[in-house]
């Protein structure tokens, strides 16, 4: 597992870091499209690499391979991810491509959107249309742009298989490339019913919520999966999570949602939350429910990074007072959100110190234990029931 950790340390630092910042000459608030396009060497169209949703203008950021770029952006004014001839748009490095290198880090790239554009792209850009290819092309896009947006499947799909969950911790690059990563629907979208996403812990699938999940009210409530390589750094796996309900939000303009998160799982979801309480227009989450998550780290992961020869990006934020851990209390929870926070005291794998750190107990509207194990909680038909209590609340 080592070796498989090291060699995809040595593919991520292979990958080149292109940030910049977005204006528009129009005051009206419209979400705008970030696009990466990928120049090839021999002469044919460009292609799309990555792309970002931004609900108004800022600070952008790509992780690609090597090679040469443009970045581009567009209003999206009819909100669909398609670029049409009417929508505005800018670009950089037309004329003069960005060269990425390996383990180069280009900043400061400057995209205006001016209040009318004198030559529109000949075509549509369908953004939310574009589809993984061969291996080849995989290894050019960046993991927002090999997401899963709200694909319908069965909870028994192989994607979500012990083997690749375990793998998306020591083999996380090929996690991206294999285009597992995203938010995961049971079924088609429902205006009618109240999404709740559910964020497994490390090394873990949706599976995992199974128990959970068959006792939920299918009548009242949507569950939304998000699925993540676990073996990159949380903040990287935040902003992921971020991107993709923002997308999720243009296509269906939900104005509400709860999240439930398991272990690891959430510490991701604390760090989507301050990043979606940042947005222009938020939906609003009045409930969040986490189940023997580690608040304070995990001393295995801090041994691993003093000792390991290979340490995997997640080891250091998973140790006790990471910076990480840090940035999740610099701000507090959204005030109209309610935290209820389950631990466990049967516990063989995180200790119930860590489950109850004194900054989460401090922000929680109500603490519940329960003599179960790290996995078994999810089991408890004790914890299914007060789930659906707290969501009856909604």
Not at 89 to 109: E, F, I, N, S
Not at 123 to 141: E, P, T, V
Not at 244 to 268: N, P
Not at 334 to 350: I, K
Request: glycine share 8%.
């Amino acid at each position: 597992m080592l070796l498989d950790a090291r060699e995809q340390q040595a593919l991520q630092d292979e990958r080149c870091t292109i940030t910049g910042s977005v204006t528009s000459a129009r005051r009206e608030p419209t979400p705008i499209v970030v696009i990466l396009f990928r120049e090839p060497d021999s002469g044919r169209p460009r292609q799309v690499a990555d792309h970002l949703v931004l609900e108004q203008p800022g600070r952008w950021a790509f992780a690609t391979q090597a090679g040469r770029y443009v970045v581009a952006a567009f209003e999206d004014r009819s909100r669909d991810l398609v670029y049409q001839s009417g929508e505005t748009y800018g670009a950089a490095a037309l004329d003069q491509p960005l060269v990425c290198t390996p383990g180069a880090r280009l900043g400061g790239v400057a995209v205006s959107i001016p209040e009318r554009v004198k030559n529109p792209f000949p075509h549509n850009i369908d953004i939310a249309a574009l589809q993984k290819r061969d291996a080849i092309d995989q290894a050019h896009r960046t993991l927002g742009q090999l997401t899963v947006v709200g694909e319908v499947v069965p909870l028994s799909d192989a994607r979500f298989s012990d083997e690749n969950a375990e793998g998306s911790l020591w083999r996380p690059f090929d996690f991206v490339v294999n285009s597992w990563a995203g938010v995961y629907f049971l079924e088609p979208y429902d205006r009618g019913k109240i999404p709740v996403l559910f964020v497994h812990g490390i090394s873990g699938t949706p599976a995992n919520f199974a128990p959970l999940l068959e006792r939920l009210d299918r009548k009242r409530y949507q569950p939304w999966l998000y699925y993540y390589p676990s073996g990159l750094h949380l903040g990287a796996i935040a902003d992921h999570l971020d991107q993709t309900m923002a997308k999720l939000q243009l296509r269906y303009r939900f104005e509400q949602f709860a999240v439930v998160a398991h272990s690891m799982g959430g510490l991701v979801a604390r760090g989507f939350i301050q990043r979606h309480a940042g947005n222009a227009r938020p939906a609003r989450i009045p409930l969040f429910v986490t189940i023997a998550t580690p608040w304070g780290g995990h001393r295995g992961a801090e041994i691993g990074v003093r000792t390991s020869p290979v340490v995997v990006p997640v080891w250091y934020d998973m140790a006790p007072g990471s910076e990480y851990q840090r940035s999740l209390y610099a701000a507090a929870l959204p005030a109209d959100l309610q935290h209820h926070l389950l631990f466990t005291y049967n516990d063989e794998t995180v200790t119930m110190a860590s489950q109850l750190l004194p900054q989460a107990q401090r922000e929680a509207a109500r603490i519940y234990g329960f003599n179960e194990t790290h996995m078994g909680v999810l089991r408890n038909a004790e914890v299914s029931l007060l789930l659906d209590e707290l969501l009856k609340k909604l």
